[in-house]
């Protein structure tokens, strides 16, 4: 507006002036004696004398100007340049205008003189400094507009104090030093037009007088909250047309008087009345803004304004109602308009009636949350939700990313699914709007998500999404994410730090890129030339990712290496740097010499050491320093500089002790002193050592101690100990040190030795006090008590836990039955308490599977160990028994006829494996049994009726395994009819006997002929070198001495998770079988034992405990095993002599270690009291295979093989059904034959 008044001004001026009448001189002077020149106009009107010299093409200032003139008018010529004291004489001149010129020029003292001068205008000129205006001592305004000046000085308008108005528009104006308006009577201040982003907030210090501040039409952005805290008198402030996104709330606290403030054309999204402060505010433009929301919120300063502007905005106008309401207040009321709520949408805020309903946001809100992963190192998947679009439907999205503290965002360019921006360029060069329909099928597009690609490793990135719609963008939602590590860039070459005679410190630096957190670094360091006598390296030594420098240590003095440094990040490592050359410096010696001989007598003692080599060097040796020194190695003298490499010290004292300390130097130096080395003259010898002992520590090893001598007439340097063996064998000295004891080695067991020692100072005492010893035969120490693993009515898995002995390694496991015993219901007790050798062992193996056990039978076993020196001792003995199996057949019953009773008797299973619970009596025909229950040892039942039994009757036995039935006998008919009947049911019997018959053997010749198959199939099988057949007519003891061992053949099944052990044999005399397990993986378990007495007693009540050690396991086929595996051979010794009672110490398992084959072992009592071991007691019964029918009472005639012992015999067979006859393992113990039950 100022502007827009000047130039009115100037017009007039210039129309008053060609209104004027004047002549049309040719003269180049401003005004003739009349008046009138041929360019200017010159003429008066009070109080003013004007020249008028506009646009009259002077190229530099007209001469002949009236001294009297008070305003001179020289805008629009050519004038480019004012010389100095040019307007010296023009004193009376109070408005100037030079305005047009092209004026790029000023000289010093361009305005001298002119004292009157209180306006001076030079717009529209190229001017690009204020320099010349400094002697002007009235003048009041200055204007500069459109010229070229980029910066005003610091306090650049202080020398003019009269200066109240500064006009700096649309120049070049990019900064504001501090202070640069500061004057005492700037009122008015014009900057619109220039270059400005940021105003220092020290730009307007001491302008305090200012009062109107127009900045229109710059670049701000955001202003400081302290800018205008110097201008505590302003009342206009004009900020339009510029880049404001926001106002600090406190911008306006410093201001009391502001009335007028123009926000027009700016970028402001919010506008809180509060920002006012306490100003009188009267004006207030908001219009052309990017408002969305105005609250009225019932404030008192809303009241005070006189205008308000706010067209132009795109109004939210829920609660807009008071502006729309105040017409006299809001000037442009009648072009606002509404952009939401939807309802209202592009209506006027004045056609609105009532309140306007509750507002919705008019752009899409955020589509959060954003998720961005990094799929490899240098992209990223970002995902995004759906967010509302308020106003309609999302149309697009942007997604935009940057690297955290980057000042750029980049827009993800297009990629299928998409639809760029412009469809007339390429898609894969331009940034993209993301749809969020499908157009061909106009369904939502699902996931909503793309891949940025092209990124730097392990980089933290910001990725922000926007939803967009007709009505324009929504906020950005965005995700922090850091791409994925990848491998390191090469690093910098390493550099030498300092160098030393062993080690060269040298400085790493971080590699650039380095692509994610390095873990470490890996130097590499070789000799590339090696000293002599040195030994060259190549090697790599780590350091961690947060050094930066290493040390290497160990290298070789005077020797050249090359280094070289790779980084790691958890990718991996990346590429080695270029080789750094470095070299070790020499060095003195490395070590001190060595005395190796110390001799003295009354008067002198001699020194002597080992030369140091080059290797030890690393340099010649010039000269040995010998030095006399303390005890304590103080050196107090120097005795010599020799090279020799001995030294006597003489005259000395006898009986006298002297210490010396040595050193060597090279051409590098002195290197290291040796230890103190002491001489003691002449001495007394010492006495001989006191109270030696030697105490057995193992069969080969023997401690030896012994104590100082009492009297040692000096110190004793060291001991030495001999040892005497045989009688008749020269001693050795097996120890030489100064400690008091020590261990003697390599000895042979059971041997008897004596050990003397010697003590020595500089001289030797008399051999000490003999300490004999005898050495332990070196038999492994006794077997823990065997656990039960698994069992069944004829087979056990025993294992236990390996020894370990001092010397010489388990090579053999004994497995001996120490007793048998069977202890049933109305059977006579059956025992053997002779013990024999059930199996061998391998050294490695801790497991054996024992079959052709006796169902319903107690058996103790005791396991021993065997090396190379002997057999350990049998002191654990545990007892375990077999389940139950089905009966044998019990006798036909038998009728005995008496007065209307009948009397029917029958003899008991031959073999009851197990107590027999009850007898089912049947006849062939009836639907009831005759009897059912158990009679007791008589066998026997009465039966009151009148009709003969004696036709067809069976019993049927019965125990916790199964029953049996005895055989079926059928009576003679009494008569033709009854033979008829008899005949049928015979027939018809008989026909199912043979089809049963045929069933069963059908069935069971399957399964042999699938586990010969099977068997076929299997590798692991023990193939025994030795086959047995001799099987004695009666029950032998093991023989005391046995045969030398003969070799097994080996196999292992180490494939299994655990398998059962196969067994081999051999022939011992006595026609006994010693077996032999394969190697299976070792199994240990806990079995809880009570102690027992020896092999003569035992207690009552045994037992049996199983422990189920992965089960499974036994049931896997070895197929599996490798047919390249070959058998593995080992030679055992001799076996052991028989077990006697003094060495064992048996007890039973008292408790089950499986809780699922518990249930038959209540049946088995052992008697109180055993025959001692010299009675062989009463032979137990043979196993024999018994039918495992499992006859109930609906279907006497019924009889199937049992599923549970079918799984039984494959358990203890642990699926190797290719071992059969003896399935790997023997039949029964060493192949003694059947025991026959003795009576009670």
């Not at 010969?1012 to 590798?1019: P, Q, R």
């Amino acid at each position: 507006m100022e502007r827009q008044t000047r130039a009115a001004a100037l017009l007039l001026f210039v129309v008053a002036a060609l209104s004027a009448d004047r002549a049309q001189s040719q003269s180049t002077d401003a005004c003739t004696a009349g008046g009138l020149s041929a360019r200017c106009a010159c003429y008066e009107s009070l109080p003013d004398r004007f020249v008028d010299c506009t646009s009259a093409g002077f190229d530099d200032i007209p001469t002949n100007i009236p001294v009297e003139t008070t305003v001179l008018a020289l805008a629009h010529n050519d004038i480019t340049r004012i010389p100095g004291q040019v307007f010296n004489t023009l004193t009376n001149v109070r408005v100037l205008y030079l305005d047009g010129n092209g004026l790029h020029t000023l000289e010093p003292g361009a305005f001298s003189g002119m004292e009157s001068l209180e306006t001076l205008s030079l717009t529209e000129n190229k001017l690009r400094n204020l320099t010349f205006f400094t002697n002007i001592p009235a003048l009041r305004t200055l204007h500069l507009d459109n010229n070229l000046m980029e910066e005003i000085e610091t306090e650049m308008f202080a020398g003019v104090p009269t200066l109240e108005e500064v006009t700096l528009a649309d120049n070049k104006l990019t900064h504001l030093a501090d202070r640069a308006f500061a004057h005492d009577n700037l009122k008015t201040l014009d900057l619109s037009g220039n270059r400005f982003s940021f105003i220092s907030g020290l730009a307007f210090a001491g302008a305090s007088a200012l009062r109107t501040l127009d900045l229109t039409a710059n670049r701000f952005a955001a202003l400081a909250a302290s800018v205008f805290e110097p201008l505590t008198n302003l009342t206009t402030l004009v900020l339009s047309d510029n880049d404001l996104e926001s106002l600090p709330a406190t911008i306006f606290s410093r201001q009391t008087v502001l009335a007028t403030l123009k926000l027009d054309g700016n970028k402001l999204t919010t506008f809180d009345v509060d920002v006012i402060g306490s100003n009188p505010l009267r004006i207030l433009r908001l219009d052309a803004n990017e408002l969305t929301t105005l609250s009225y919120n019932n404030d008192a300063r809303w009241d005070n304004l006189l205008q308000l502007y706010m067209r132009d905005n795109a109004w939210y106008c829920c609660g807009m109602e008071w502006f729309r309401d105040a017409a006299t207040i809001v000037q442009d009321s009648a072009a606002i308009t509404c952009a939401a709520p939807q309802r209202v949408a592009g209506t006027m805020l004045q056609s609105t009636s009532g309140t306007i309903a509750v507002c919705d946001k008019l752009v899409p809100d955020a589509p959060a949350p954003v998720t961005a992963t990094s799929p490899t190192s240098t992209s990223l998947l970002v995902q995004w939700d759906r967010p509302h679009g308020n106003y309609e439907q999302v149309e697009s999205y942007t997604v935009e990313y940057q690297a955290v503290g980057a000042s750029q965002w980049t827009q993800v360019t297009c990629t299928g699914g998409s639809v760029p921006q412009d469809p007339q360029v390429p898609a894969t060069q331009l940034p993209c709007a993301f749809l969020d329909r499908d157009p061909a099928t106009d369904t939502d597009i699902s996931p909503l998500q793309t891949t940025i690609t092209g990124l730097l490793p392990f980089t933290a990135y910001v990725v922000r999404v926007k939803a967009t719609h007709s009505k324009g963008d929504g906020p950005y939602a965005s995700s922090n994410t850091t791409t994925q590590e990848d491998l390191p860039a090469k690093p910098a070459a390493v550099t030498v730090v300092e160098r030393y005679s062993r080690g060269l410190l040298v400085h790493v630096t971080t590699p650039v890129p380095a692509n994610g957190v390095i873990t470490h670094y890996t130097l590499h360091i070789e000799t590339t030339a090696a000293a002599p006598g040195t030994v060259p390296i190549a090697r790599n030594d780590t350091i961690a990712g947060t050094a930066t420098s290493h040390t290497f240590l160990g290298l070789e003095p005077n020797s050249q290496y090359a280094v070289r440094v790779r980084a790691a990040t958890s990718v991996g490592a990346g590429p080695w740097s270029d080789t750094t050359a470095a070299a070790t410096r020499e060095d003195a010696p490395e070590r001190a010499p060595s005395v190796t001989r110390i001799a003295a007598n009354e008067t002198a003692c001699t020194f002597e050491w080992s030369a140091l080599q080059p290797n030890d060097t690393y340099g010649a040796v010039a000269v040995y320093n010998v030095y006399q020194a303390t005890p304590a190695g103080n050196v107090t003298a120097r005795l010599a500089v020799t090279t020799s490499d001995a030294f006597t010290w003489w005259p000395l004292a006898a009986g006298s002790q002297h210490h010396i300390v040595l050193s060597a130097n090279t051409t590098a130096g002195e290197g290291p002193r040796t230890r103190v080395y002491e001489c003691e003259t002449a001495p007394f010898p010492p006495t001989k050592p006191a109270n030696p002992t030697a105490v057995s520590v193992c069969a080969r090893e023997v401690e030896v101690r012994w104590q100082p001598p009492a009297q040692p007439n000096g110190v004793v340097a060291r001991y030495e100990v001999w040892q005497q063996g045989q009688q008749g064998a020269a001693a050795v000295r097996v120890y030489s040190g100064s400690n008091l004891s020590t261990r003697v080695t390599n000895l042979d067991p059971d041997t008897t030795y004596a050990f003397r020692v010697i003590a020595f100072t500089t001289l030797q005492s008399e051999q000490s006090d003999a300490a004999v010893v005898t050495t332990p035969t070196g038999a492994p120490p006794a077997v823990a008590r065997p656990r039960l693993i698994r069992a069944d009515a004829n087979n056990m898995t025993l294992a236990w836990d390996d020894v370990v002995p001092c010397e010489g390694a388990v090579q053999a496991y004994l497995v001996y039955q120490v007793l048998q015993m069977q202890n049933l219901n109305y059977y006579p007790i059956s025992k053997d308490s002779h013990p024999k050798l059930v199996g061998v062992a391998g050294g490695n193996v801790t497991r054996m599977l024992i079959t052709d056990l006796v169902p319903a039978t107690a058996y103790t076993f005791v396991v021993r160990a065997r090396n190379m020196y002997g057999e350990s001792n049998a002191l654990h003995a545990a007892t375990f028994v077999t389940k139950d199996a089905p009966p044998s057949r019990p006798g036909q019953p038998t009728v005995e006829r008496s007065a209307g009773v009948q009397i029917v008797r029958w003899t008991r299973p031959e073999q009851p494996n197990g107590n027999v619970t009850r007898y089912v009596l049947w006849r062939i025909g009836d639907t009831a049994p005759l009897y059912d229950g158990h009679p007791g040892a008589t066998l026997q039942i009465t039966v009151q009726s009148d009709k003969p039994l004696s036709e067809s009757l069976f019993v049927i036995a019965y125990n916790s395994a199964g029953s049996t039935r005895s055989f079926i006998e059928i009576a003679q008919p009494s008569s033709t009819d009854d033979r008829a009947v008899v005949a049928g049911v015979v027939t018809v019997a008989v026909i199912l006997v043979l089809a049963l018959a045929v069933l069963l053997y059908l069935k069971t010749r399957s399964k042999k002929l699938a586990r010969v198959s099977e068997g076929n199939m299997s590798v692991g099988s023990v193939q025994p070198l030795v086959s047995t057949t001799k099987t004695p007519s009666s029950l032998k003891r093991v023989p005391s001495t046995l045969a030398p061992p003969q070799q097994f053949a080996l196999t292992s099944n180490n494939d299994s998770d655990e398998s059962e052990a196969s067994i081999g044999a051999r022939k011992v005399p006595g026609g006994v079988r010693q077996t032999m397990m394969t190697s299976t993986p070792q199994h240990t378990a806990a079995v809880k034992m009570v102690k027992g007495g020896d092999l003569g007693n035992a207690d009552g009540n045994q037992e049996s405990g199983v422990e189920n050690e992965d089960s499974g396991a036994d049931n896997h086929s070895n197929s599996s095993r490798t047919p390249q595996q070959a058998p593995r051979k080992r030679t055992l010794p001799s076996p052991p002599p028989p077990l006697n009672k003094e060495e064992l110490q048996w007890t039973s398992s008292d408790e089950s270690e499986d809780e699922d084959d518990s249930h038959h072992n209540h049946h088995h009592q052992l008697p109180g009291a055993m025959a001692s071991d010299s009675s062989r007691g009463p032979a137990l019964p043979r196993r024999t295979p018994q039918p495992t029918a499992n006859e109930g009472v609906a279907n006497p005639f019924a009889q199937q093989t049992s599923p549970r012992e079918v799984v039984n015999v494959r358990k203890a067979s642990g699926g190797q059904q290719a071992l059969n006859p003896i399935r790997g393992f023997v039949q029964r113990p060493f192949g003694l034959p059947p025991l026959s039950h003795s009576n009670a």
